[in-house]
């Protein structure tokens, strides 16, 4: 494949994965009324566990003061917890609440239903190289 091939079908593909991104995210969002950062912190807060304010801040780029207002926002709809910091009386540890746990299930499961449906809708020849890509694109990710 000529470079400008190359290039236009790498650029094809980004645009493809831009889309599915946005539209899981758009699905993710209809599920519930949080902004695309709470629903990042969420995450976050799921999968690595408990985080200090600045810690979030830091992971998802972020000044500490407008990640304290995301947090605040959580917070006041019971989705954290504020709990302190065992070693450092200043800090503060945020934790997800059951709430809050519960919320970040049924926008999962929210999510992967859009999926299941939409990859149902393709022809079965369509299934089969979609699955076989999916390998090829972990290779580009490790």
């Known amino acids: 494949m000529a470079q400008d091939d ?4 790498v650029y094809a593909l980004a645009d493809s994965f831009g889309l599915v991104l946005r539209r899981i995210r ?3 969002s209809s599920s ?3 902004s695309l950062t709470e629903n990042a912190v969420l995450v976050r807060l799921e999968r690595e566990g408990p985080a200090t304010t600045a810690e979030l ?3 998802h780029g972020m ?3 407008s990640m304290g207002a995301t947090v605040a926002s959580l917070a006041d709809a019971g989705l954290i917890a504020r709990k302190p910091h065992p070693t450092d009386g200043r800090q503060v540890i945020l ?3 059951p709430k809050g746990l519960a919320l970040r299930k049924s ?3 929210a999510k992967r239903t859009w999926l299941v449906e939409a990859v149902g809708r393709l022809g ?4 089969r190289r979609l699955f076989a890509a999916s390998a090829i694109l972990r290779k580009l990710v490790e």
């Open 6 to 9: 190359l290039e236009a079908s």
């Open 26 to 28: 758009a699905v993710a």
């Open 32 to 34: 519930n009324e949080l």
């Open 57 to 59: 801040a830091r992971a």
């Open 63 to 65: 000044k500490p003061q």
């Open 95 to 97: 934790a997800l609440t």
């Open 107 to 109: 926008t999962r499961a």
């Open 124 to 127: 079965k020849e369509d299934q």
